[in-house]
């Protein structure tokens, strides 16, 4: 069982709406990521959080807007969003060390109309 | 070429067969490596990080070959549930701020 929780399991909005994807991990990791996944391709990494600033941005566009409120919360704020951005969101977390295993919670579907 | 690359499959086999995907990284700089199995419309779970000697978890055995730049995992005694997609994963860098890079997957179908 995850450990990584995500809300909400699905979204669907409106291409002028602003809405917000949460992700929560109890497992006192100090990473925290964002993924997207299409149908059929693997996960594509968007931002990274290390001890809650952000280390990585994949150039990703400005109407994705993350958050690290703390250690355990993860945010990502949308706004303006085009039905190309229609995808699985996943977060994960993992701890600091040598092997940098990471935890995927179950992800938000998200559906831009 | 792409970073990790593996063939995709479909791989079909029966229930109780032996089953071998590979996976090969293009970066010799590359650190640490894992095997995780996605099922369909879930997250990706891990299922084993891949040492340089070689380990085992049950019916799966993982190797690294960092001389080839190769990495197997072999599944024995196929169970239906084992039916996923694998995801072969390394990272360049150390610990802090890994980032994972994902071959596209290999998909297993265990038959009855």
């Known amino acids: 069982d995850t450990e990584v929780t995500q809300t909400p399991k699905h979204l669907v909005m409106g291409m002028t709406n602003k809405k917000s994807l949460k992700c929560e991990q109890h497992m006192g990791h100090r990473a925290m990521y964002w993924y997207k996944q299409k149908a059929k391709k693997p996960p594509e990494l968007m931002f990274v959080?290390?001890?809650?600033?952000?280390?990585i941005n994949e150039s990703v566009p400005s109407r994705f807007s993350p958050e690290c409120p703390n250690s355990s919360l993860l945010n990502l704020h949308l706004h303006a969003l085009q039905p190309e951005d229609s995808a699985l969101y996943l977060c994960?977390?993992?701890?600091?060390?040598?092997?940098?295993?990471?935890?995927f919670g179950p992800g938000t579907r998200l559906t831009v109309l | 070429r792409k970073e990790v690359e593996q063939d995709p499959g479909p791989f079909n086999v029966p229930e109780g067969a032996t089953v071998a995907f590979n996976c090969t990284y293009s970066?010799?700089?590359?650190?640490?490596f894992f095997w995780y199995r996605q099922d369909c419309r879930k997250e990706p779970k891990l299922l084993m990080s891949v040492y340089s000697s070689g380990n085992e978890d049950g019916r799966f055995t993982a190797q690294l070959n960092r001389a080839s730049q190769y990495i197997s995992l072999l599944i024995r005694d196929s169970k239906l549930s084992d039916s996923a997609t694998y995801l072969c994963v390394v990272t360049l860098s150390p610990s802090n701020t890994g980032k994972l890079i994902f071959g596209q997957g290999t998909t297993l179908q265990v038959k009855p």
């Open positions: 959080y290390s001890y809650e600033k952000l280390s």
């Open positions: 970066n010799s700089a590359s650190q640490s």
């Open positions: 994960a977390s993992s701890a600091q060390g040598d092997y940098n295993e990471q935890f």
